[in-house]
């Protein structure tokens, strides 16, 4: 496989393309993707779970560009969706909603019916209010919609709090104890045919431990629940494994794979996975430029054009991403925190890191921010959120504009006339 970011005579490339050379075409800051780097962590998936019944059901909140969806659609990807925007993305990326599941706790009837207009996959139902929802806009367009339930089997993913979706307190899936009366309840209602089951804990897992010890308690139920005549053909693992960002080691998709399979591969089930970070994330990285450095008594400061409404991984979970010169390294080691222009104490990309000297118009790379970087962007502070480009090789493509200033104030009136 070749490498995404290599540095060729000194200089970090992505693949065949200088970075440097990119951001003084495309400006910054600027997020740029591998597109070999994404078809070898898909293909990755895929060959992993080569034993098994399987369809790949990319998570496209984690990078929802078009450019993205539409190259792992054409590599055979389907689409886990959480909203209607994330499944007009997915629809316009030319994917394939027969391979399309629909998961997330607060569907709308305006996206349920989108949804079933559509024909997807399956619906992750999250609730027992959710599951009548569905069912009575599945009747008022007289269809029948698959599902799957949502389970929620209190394991512990020993990640971040804020990405821990499986434990008892969270928002997410109903109890596993509730199971059989939610299903029971399903299998009574005439606009909605029971598919199978599905469980997603957290993300950015390091460990196959919580996966296996979840499908463990998944495999159960799919027993209970078969016994109770009910029709499971799809058991839908979630998404959530983990990448390297510092030092984590976290499983390979084969390790992944293998958990999987052996605790729920011989079910005669198809295998539906929604991984989202473990195919982006070390596929993309952001790039910014230095501004100014800055010190005051206890701290070094170096202000990059890039900020937390750009990546706000570091800001929101306290995040580590690597970050590096793009050109060759100065001599020097100098302890600094890497921060934005908003006003905000929370804004910064990196702390107490060591970098080597820096001057103003040098350009930083933070590393592995092709999953949740681009996607969690916002317009705080009034900032245009930045461009994106793919690199196949030694070429590369725009493959979001920059936003214009005119971009940011869509929609926006002064009230002329008020409405009664
Ligand atoms: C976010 C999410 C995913 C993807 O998680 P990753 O950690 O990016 O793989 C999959 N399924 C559901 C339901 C999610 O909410």
Same mark, same amino acid.
């Given at each position: ?34 597109? #070999?780097?994404?078809?070898? /962590?898909?293909? &990755? +998936? ?6 098994? $019944?399987? @369809?790949?059901? %990319? ?80 009747? #008022?367009?007289?269809?029948? /919609?698959?599902? &799957? +339930? ?6 512990? $993913?020993? @990640?971040?709090? %804020? ?258």
């Amino acid at each position: 496989m070749i490498e995404a970011f290599p540095r060729s005579g000194g200089e970090l490339c992505a693949e065949g393309v200088s970075l440097e050379r990119i951001a003084n075409t495309v400006g910054t800051p600027v997020y740029v993707y591998s597109a #070999s780097a994404i078809d070898a /962590a898909y293909d &990755a +998936f895929d060959a992993a779970f080569a034993a098994v $019944p399987h @369809t790949i059901c %990319y998570a496209i909140k984690a990078n929802m560009n078009l450019a993205v969806v539409r190259q792992l659609v054409e590599r055979g990807a389907g689409i886990d969706v959480t909203s209607g925007g994330e499944l007009f993305r997915a629809l316009r990326a030319g994917g394939d909603p027969s391979r399309f599941v629909y998961s997330g706790v607060g569907k709308t009837d305006s996206e349920i019916s989108d949804a079933l207009a559509a024909g997807i996959k399956q619906f992750n139902v999250e609730s027992r209010a959710e599951l009548r929802r569905i069912d009575a806009v599945a009747g #008022s367009r007289d269809v029948v /919609a698959p599902i &799957a +339930f949502r389970v929620n089997p209190d394991v512990d $993913p020993q @990640t971040h709090p %804020y990405i821990s979706t499986g434990l008892k307190t969270s928002k997410f899936g109903i109890p596993i104890g509730e199971a059989t009366i939610a299903y029971a309840e399903a299998k009574a209602l005439e606009h909605v045919r029971v598919v199978g089951v599905d469980c997603h804990i957290g993300s950015q897992l390091t460990k196959v431990q919580p996966f296996a010890d979840a499908l463990e308690k998944v495999r159960d139920l799919v027993g209970e629940l078969r016994d109770a005549g009910h029709v499971m053909e799809i058991i839908d693992v979630g998404g959530g494994l983990g990448v390297t960002y510092d030092d984590e080691v976290p499983p390979d998709a084969q390790q992944y794979a293998d958990a999987v399979i052996a605790a729920v591969g011989d079910l005669d089930c198809e295998i539906v996975l929604e991984p989202g970070r473990s195919l982006l994330a070390n596929a993309g990285v952001f790039v910014t430029r230095v501004l100014f450095e800055k010190q005051n008594e206890a701290k070094n400061f170096v202000v990059v054009d890039g900020a937390m409404s750009d990546l706000i991984r570091p800001a929101l979970y306290d995040a580590y991403q690597r970050v590096e010169p793009v050109g060759q390294p100065r001599g020097g080691r100098n302890l600094v925190d890497v921060v934005g222009g908003v006003c905000e104490s929370g804004d910064f990309l990196a702390r107490e890191r060591e970098l080597p000297d820096l001057e103003r118009g040098d350009l930083l790379a933070v590393r592995s921010a092709g999953a949740y970087g681009f996607a969690m962007a916002s317009n705080y502070n009034g900032r245009r959120r930045a461009a994106e480009v793919m690199v196949r090789g030694d070429r590369f493509r725009v493959v979001r504009e920059r936003e214009t200033y005119q971009d940011t104030i869509r929609g926006e009136e002064t009230p002329g006339e008020w409405i009664e």
